[in-house]
């Protein structure tokens, strides 16, 4: 069975303890967008593991990771990456595969995120990791692949365009100095060859895969309301993080996937700017920002914090086909004493149940919440369904209930055994 993790609110939804349990009936992870602005954190035997490119079901032996077409790499950040892994004892040498087709991230694209986002009359609080004029380059067709960066002539040549390109840009829109063509060339060929052994035709991999009957979990980064098309535009990431950019993003079709899990937090959270209806405006903030370690894995940035929006979370299982939700962090609101859950939204006298496209009014309509009492017990040792509070079972039905899919797993804690499954994916 091939299966799609996505994140269904504003990303940092737990997916990567997700994966880890899945990843045991797994034998390839596939990302297929984002870059290194992702960071997917699981515990394991008390380690914490980030993985930022790397799929992060690679903890487990005998996997094999393609970072597909859809992702950009940041040659530096993907070899520093493989080395931390590697000296913690990952097997990168082998387990490690780059799709030929994948776009590069080079310095000029991580200045140009920087200083656009200085220059920008709204921020996005993007991560400033190059990641979005990277996919610029891509859309406007002047973007450097992997494959490129294995041909020495193509790339000398592609880069040279882009280097000159960018110097202009730098000069005449930021006064900036420009940047050394022939440095980079130096740079990234040193690059190249230290991750030619990974790169393969990731279409070809994943097809031969498949034929052999092997298994695969596609690894959605950020979340669905970062999506460049079904998010909060303009205040998204520039890939599509819903599970269509599987397809896109790793060169298989619709049909090879077979099942496609959302994953949501108990309640929401999200890290940059851009609306967020049930964003909490009091102490609550900081007693789950606290209690949940809502920092960001990538950027440290403090994640604001609201409670568990089901507009939001119904968008995401409809735009990404979830057949099943995975909720995690519910130990995080196990003190609380009442839980508010949003249904809809009031702009004015008009209700809204459905996720409004147009960010204005998402950003003055008020959230319609749902009271439920807390269960104000630890849930951290529960095994099972039947083993949580009375309350948090009701909480988690509700959940169902509001959204229309089966919940399929349930983690109350940071560590790999504090989560358990509840049906079927
Ligand atoms: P970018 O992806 O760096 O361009 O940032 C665009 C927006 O997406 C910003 O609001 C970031 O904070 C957010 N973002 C990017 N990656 C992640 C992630 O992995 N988790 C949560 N937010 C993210």
């Given amino acids: 069975m091939n299966i799609v993790v996505i994140g269904a609110q504003w990303g940092d939804e737990g997916k990567g303890k997700v994966i880890d349990v899945l990843s045991e009936e797994t034998d390839i992870l596939i990302r297929y967008q984002g870059g290194h602005n992702a960071g997917h954190t699981v515990i394991a035997d008390g380690q914490e593991f980030i993985f930022h490119l790397i799929p992060s079901g690679l903890l487990h032996r005998g996997k094999v990771g393609l970072i597909g ?48 986002e200085k220059s920008r009359a709204g921020r996005i609080g993007t991560t400033g990791r190059g990641i979005g004029p990277c996919y610029v380059d891509k859309v406007a067709r002047c973007g450097i692949r992997v494959a490129d960066l294995c041909d020495p002539h ?18 005449a829109l930021y006064q900036e100095p420009p940047m050394s063509y022939e440095e980079l060339l130096a740079r990234y060929r040193g690059f190249a060859d230290r991750l030619a052994p990974h790169v393969v035709n990731g279409v070809r991999f994943l097809h031969e895969a498949m034929r052999q009957g092997k298994r695969l979990l596609f690894e959605g980064a950020q979340g669905t309301l970062l999506d460049l098309d079904h998010g909060t535009y303009p205040f998204v990431t520039s890939s599509n993080a819903t599970s269509g950019g599987a397809c896109t993003g790793a060169g298989v079709p619709p049909t090879a996937i077979h099942r496609v899990i959302g994953v949501v937090k108990a309640y929401t959270t999200r890290v940059g700017e851009g609306p967020f209806p049930t964003e909490f405006s009091d102490q609550l903030m900081e007693q789950i920002r606290t209690k949940g370690k809502e920092f ?8 604001r914090c609201g409670w568990f929006d089901a507009v939001v979370a119904r968008h995401a299982i409809w735009v990404n086909g979830c057949h099943s939700i995975a909720v995690t962090k519910l130990d995080v609101l196990d003190e609380m004493e009442t839980i508010q859950v949003c249904t809809g939204y009031r702009d004015g006298a008009t209700m809204i149940e459905d996720f409004p496209s147009n960010i204005g009014t998402l950003t003055r309509c008020t959230p319609v919440y749902e009271a439920l009492p807390g269960w104000r017990t630890e849930t951290g040792e529960a095994s099972c369904f039947e083993e949580l509070p009375a309350a948090a079972q009701r909480y988690l039905k509700r959940l169902e209930a ?18 358990f499954k509840v049906g079927c994916w």
């Fill in 69 to 116: 077409n859809g992702v950009v790499i940041d040659p530096e950040a993907l070899l520093e990456e493989m080395q931390r892994l590697s000296a913690r004892g990952i097997d990168v040498t082998q387990a490690v595969k780059i799709s030929d087709q994948a776009h590069l991230i080079f310095p000029y694209h991580k200045k140009l995120d920087l200083l656009e």
């Fill in 296 to 303: 960001g894995a990538t950027t440290g940035r403090p994640r």
């Fill in 154 to 171: 193509v790339f000398a040549e592609k880069l040279r365009q882009n280097v000159i390109e960018k110097n202009k840009i730098f000069q």
């Fill in 402 to 419: 509001l959204l229309g899919v089966p919940i399929c797993l349930i983690s109350t804690g940071s560590k790999r055994e504090q989560a």
